[in-house]
Antibody, heavy 123, light 107 residues
Framework: QVQLQESGPGLVKPSQTLSLTCTVS??????????WSWIRQHPGKGLEWIGY???????YYTPSLKSRVTISVDTSKNQFSLKLSSVTAADTAVYYCARDRAGYTQDSYLDYWGQGTLVTVSS | DIQMTQSPSSLSASLGDRVTITCRASQSISTYLNWYQQKPGKAPKFLIY???RLQSEVPSRFSGSGSGTDFTLTISSLQPDDFASYYCQQSFTMPRTFGQGTKLEIK
């Protein structure tokens, strides 16, 4: 059974960089069978897809966040990470990592999710 | 980006009721539509892909249908575990986008 677990600071100051890591267990990122995604949910709101990474390092970011987002992968640790720069209060959200069955292809869906981690942007 | 609009935003229903949630895409997405269930304080759970295909272990009371721009999620007989929020998501094109969600509450 695949499990994903987010980790990182729960509080980030405005203008700084939000950094989160997702640790995958029960399956290898290096298998190349899946893509690895980040999604966020503002308090009391809906879901916003941020982007994904493939084990090779290939990425796709949603255009609205592209200038501030970096997703990276560390296959040796079976982890992938999210960095979001120049954060403001509008970036306060629960951040989820998830496994994407097929990435950019149309057969894509998010079949396993981490429990989520709340990141608050505040001074 | 493709806009996904769900209706209603919230819905009250009773145990045993048949419930239908609608998701509309701003352009045709064929059947590239997924559904997720989310309970308060929990991560979303994947339910349905390709508009109508149930993920394994999802109860058969759940069903999905539709193609093009209009889709539905139906729960044939509401059970206590079904009271949650439901989200549709298109996988037709990038970036992936979700509907705003439908909150299903107990009447």
């Amino acid at each position: 059974q695949v499990q994903l677990q987010e980790s990182g600071p729960g509080l980030v100051k405005p203008s700084q960089t939000l950094s989160l890591t997702c640790t995958v267990s029960g399956g290898s990122i290096s298998s190349g069978a899946y893509y690895w995604s980040w999604i966020r949910q503002h308090p009391g709101k809906g879901l916003e897809w941020i982007g994904y990474i493939y084990y090779s390092g290939s990425t796709y970011y949603t255009p609205s966040l592209k200038s501030r987002v970096t997703i990276s992968v560390d296959t040796s640790k079976n982890q992938f990470s999210l960095k979001l720069s120049s954060v403001t209060a509008a970036d306060t959200a629960v951040y989820y990592c998830a496994r994407d069955r097929a990435g950019y292809t149309q057969d894509s869906y998010l079949d396993y999710w981490g429990q989520g981690t709340l990141v608050t942007v505040s001074s | 980006d493709i806009q996904m609009t769900q209706s209603p935003s919230s819905l009250s229903a009773s145990l045993g009721d048949r419930v239908t949630i609608t998701c509309r895409a701003s352009q045709s997405i064929s059947t590239y539509l997924n559904w997720y269930q989310q309970k308060p304080g929990k991560a979303p759970k994947f339910l349905i892909y390709a508009a109508s295909r149930l993920q394994s272990e999802v109860p058969s009371r759940f069903s999905g249908s539709g193609s093009g721009t209009d889709f539905t999620l139906t729960i044939s007989s509401l059970q206590p575990d079904d009271f949650a929020s439901y989200y549709c998501q298109q996988s037709f094109t990038m970036p992936r986008t979700f509907g705003q969600g439908t909150k299903l509450e107990i009447k």
